[in-house]
């Protein structure tokens, strides 16, 4: 797929997650977000508010574990839009998916919907711990909570990051109704590319500047 450097940036979402993040290491997200024309920055909630004229903001809720209670999510996700967020990233609780409780997932997202108003909920299913049936699954309870995106990862669990099969199985399950957000270890142009060729409407990236000097 043949992508400008300017396009495949208005597909990031520049991240920072980090538990170590600093306030001024958020602020030179922010800077190189800018410099780089990204169209969302991603960070903690603990970080807001925070201050990105010309993108949007973006946190995550129930990270990394998602194995917080259903209220506590929804509870971080509003107060993260109350606070300024346009967009929340979830974690669904994956051991409920891996067991096969879809209903439990469901629930789970349905709360985080209701507690966050018109703002962009992007569900995270940590992909390569889940198989090819609980993907399928995870992605239609997703839809039927009334997410906007299903994304693949966290980064930070075991089982890995981001596939292309994985992003692909995504995006025929939600077939264009939702977006598909590729994360974690994304690093190079070429697999950024490919899990856009795959599917991928949006990427999650920490090394986003090393992605698009590939295209320069």
Same mark, same amino acid.
């Given at each position: ?21 600093t ?35 973006a946190?995550?809720a ?24 346009d ?9 409920a ?20 108003g ?23 309870? @997703? ?8 994304k693949t ?9 981001a ?7 995504m ?12 994360s ?15 599917? @991928? ?8 500047r090393a992605?698009?000097?590939g295209?320069?």
């Amino acid at each position: 797929m043949t992508l400008t450097r300017a396009a495949l940036a208005d597909m990031v979402d520049h991240t920072l997650l980090k538990p170590e993040a600093t306030t001024a290491d958020v602020a030179a997200l922010i800077e190189e977000g800018r410099e780089l024309g990204v169209l969302a920055v991603c960070v903690s909630p603990s970080m807001l508010p925070i201050r990105a004229e010309g993108m949007l903001t973006a946190v995550v809720a129930g990270f990394p574990s998602g194995k917080h209670h259903s209220l506590i999510k929804g509870s971080e996700a509003r107060l993260a839009v109350q606070q300024g967020a346009d967009e929340v990233d979830m974690v669904i609780d994956v051991g409920a998916a891996i067991a096969g409780d879809y209903n439990a997932v469901l629930a789970d997202i349905v709360t985080v919907r209701e507690g966050i108003g018109n703002a962009v909920l992007k569900v995270i299913i940590e992909s390569a711990a889940l198989s090819d049936e609980a993907i399928v699954e995870v992605c239609r309870a @997703a839809e039927k909570a009334g997410a906007d995106f299903v994304k693949t990862s966290t980064g930070f669990h075991p089982a890995g990051g981001a596939s292309v099969e994985a992003v692909r199985l995504m995006a025929e399950t939600v077939g264009g109704r939702l977006g598909v957000k590729a994360s974690g270890g994304i690093r190079t142009t070429e697999a950024a590319l490919a899990m856009i060729d795959a599917g @991928a409407t949006r990427l999650g990236l920490s090394g986003t500047r090393a992605v698009l000097d590939g295209l320069n």
